[in-house]
């Protein structure tokens, strides 16, 4: 794995000091530039700006996105009246719906958090949906049989069986909407990182645009590893169910 | 046929705590699981119902705990018709239905917990079943860590923790072993004895309806009927050991066996 890795970064170290062409500059100095543009300013706002159109979205995805499919997993007629839309969404190209966003919510944060929610709550409702309809009966007809109203059963039972699978789900969400807020902010191009992107490549500043990048693959890479990580600890719920 | 007599017997009888009337059930399907089940409970005594595997004990079981609407007919608790769940009515399930996430301190007290008891009282209430059912020492533990046995004793003392006048167990020893099996039936008839409740019990084991019942229910395959009812005159009071090896007990289990007999091909 490791080995694998340094030879591939070897040949491009060679191909970008052979000059072959701009687009692909030397490894060695994108390195040197990320040590570079990492600390100033212009990158620690972009990247606040980012962590709260990211931190927002995911927060009103799974706000809205657990409960409704909690809901769809204990009711047919949610279920019926739902269902095709979330399967439709969770495979449609969501990309080219950020337009009407924009159009919507206009060219700033907001287009953004909105396109962070649209990218993660599918996973979400769909996850907490199948968690839910995984849940023993006999601990719903417990719930029922100990005089657990509607709100209760949801809060106190439906919600912590289910915890696995949308931990799972909340996890999947947030690789989505690691994709989303660098697609909004691309297409939005004037906040965070897509204004830095879109500064970078007009200008053919290549080694910074490649810095850029490599931040981003490492914070989606370690947010990936750690939610993992979590949701391996919680497993044991999961094991524990029949 | 000596250490049985059917229905109607001398021990004067208590007010029936359960009345079932004429209930029949017929599944989304069409399946027929009762048909014109007619019992009653008295107050106090552990019924059983016993029959052969599907023959619909434990969908009557879910109809009197208001878990299952009936077709026909209606179930009388206290004297009120029974219309869903309700506190006086409380059930014992086949597979524990624990919460895995709950230490056995607040399964005990879930019951307690939805009717809104706050904490330090129901802790308390949870606290005294927990010794009640032998567990004591074990009220922070997870049931993943507990064996089936010690699982179904922390769903009895959830049941009885709400203080329910009906007890309703569903095969609550199908899913533990044999020796286990037979300590908690020990138990079982000790905490009886020291609870005025009513006991409705489902089993498909003969001895184990022999030994802790006072009055089986004997019922037919799908679509079922009640086939007889037996009221095994056993003494509970002295050493449980001893109801086995009791002659009026072998007796009764050999009655039932041969009453039962016809069902199984």
Known sequence: MIASLLIWAGLWELWGRSGASFVIPPLSRIFLRMAEIVPTATFGEALSITARAFLLGNLIAIAVGVPLGVLMGRSIFADRVFLPWVNMFLSAPLTALVPVIMVIFGLGQTTIVMTVVLFAIWIIVLDARAGVRNISPSLVEMARSFGATTAQAFARIYLWAALPEILSGIRLGMIRAVKGVIIGQLLVSIVGFGRLFELYSSRFLMEHFWALLFVLFAFAFVLNEGLAWLERRVDYYAAARH | MPGATTAGRDRAAPKPMVEVRRVSKVYDGGVEALDDVSIDMPEGRLTTLLGPSGCGKTTLLKIIAGLLPATAGEVLVDGRPVTGPGPERAFVFQDFALMPWADVLRNVAFGLELRGVARSEREAVAERYIHAVGLGGFERAYPHALSGGMRQRVGLARALAVDAKVLLMDEPFSAVDEQTRRKFQE??????????????????????????????????????????????????????????????????????????????Q
């Open chain 2, 187 to 264: 138990d079982l008839l000790r905490l009886i004895g020291g609870e005025r409740k009513t006991f409705v019990f489902v089993t498909h084991s003969i001895e184990e309806a022999v030994y802790v019942s006072d009055r089986i229910v004997l019922m037919s395959r799908r679509p079922s009927r009640v086939s007889s009812v037996i009221e095994p005159d056993i003494p509970r009071d002295g050493d449980p050991e001893g109801i086995r090896r009791n002659p009026a007990y072998l007796d009764t289990v050999e009655t039932i066996w041969q009453g039962l007999k016809q069902y199984v």
